[in-house]
């Protein structure tokens, strides 16, 4: 089985600072990585995902995230944050060989609240 | 436009009374499954299907029933709903069961049950 740790339930940043978003995930098997974003009253949408590769990953709209092994995290970065990022963002993690029968295991979510 | 629909989007009933909530894809998706998320919990997954004619049991499956006749739908089904599965549901797609594939949400369905 496996879990997924999102550390901050709330991260309060100011616009324009940078912010980490931080995940660390539990598997005895490889597994895949991604970050879901929750707009308010929308449905989730990916923002990026490690499959294989480069362990640093990008998305379109600035946001990164690397995949460290060793400490089994999948922390998201973004240099600069914007009103419009605001927003619940999701770890999760899918066993690499499961195929259908193991679902996207979800952490609980970190809310990122943008002051001005 | 590609999308994951569900309806209905907003859903007061009572304890007991049957209920439906459709989901749909026209991506022509072949894997397709339901999620329920709670605070403070995340997401956790429900049932899912790999195909047509082919579902399966999730993470919490209890008090759930759903079916896969055709390729575009998945209703979830509350046969005899209780309070406990008050709760925002959603319908996620995608291309294959492969476990890289990007999974697409429906917008959610929120359900209170008294």
């Known amino acids: 089985a496996q879990s997924v740790t999102q550390l901050d339930s709330q991260v309060p940043v100011f616009e324009e600072a940078p912010v980490e978003l931080r995940c660390n995930y539990s598997s005895s098997v490889s597994v895949y990585l991604f970050w879901y974003v929750q707009y308010p009253n929308q449905g989730l949408q990916l923002l990026l995902k490690y499959l294989s590769g480069s362990t640093l990953v990008e998305s379109i709209n600035g946001f990164e995230a690397e995949f460290n092994k060793s400490q089994t995290s999948f922390h998201l970065r973004k240099p600069s944050v914007h009103i419009s990022d605001t927003a619940e963002y999701f770890c999760a993690v899918r066993p690499a060989r499961g195929g259908g029968a193991d679902g996207l295991t979800f952490g609980k979510g970190t809310h990122l609240i943008i002051q001005p | 436009e590609a999308q994951v629909t569900q309806n209905p989007r907003y859903l007061i009933t009572v304890t007991g009374k049957k209920l439906t909530v459709t989901c749909s894809q026209n991506?022509?998706?072949?894997?397709m499954s339901w999620y329920r998320q709670d605070p403070g919990l995340g997401l956790r997954q429900i049932y899912y299907s790999m195909n047509v004619e082919v579902t399966d049991k999730g993470d919490v499956p209890e008090g759930y029933k759903v079916s896969r006749k055709e390729k575009r739908n998945f209703p979830l089904i509350l046969e005899s709903p209780s309070p406990n599965q008050t709760s925002l549901y959603f319908c996620?797609?995608?291309?294959?069961?492969?476990?890289?594939?990007?999974?697409?949400f429906g917008p959610g369905t929120r359900l209170l049950v008294l």
């Open positions: 991506m022509n998706h072949e894997y």
């Open positions: 996620a797609s995608s291309l294959s069961h492969s476990s890289g594939e990007t999974q697409y």
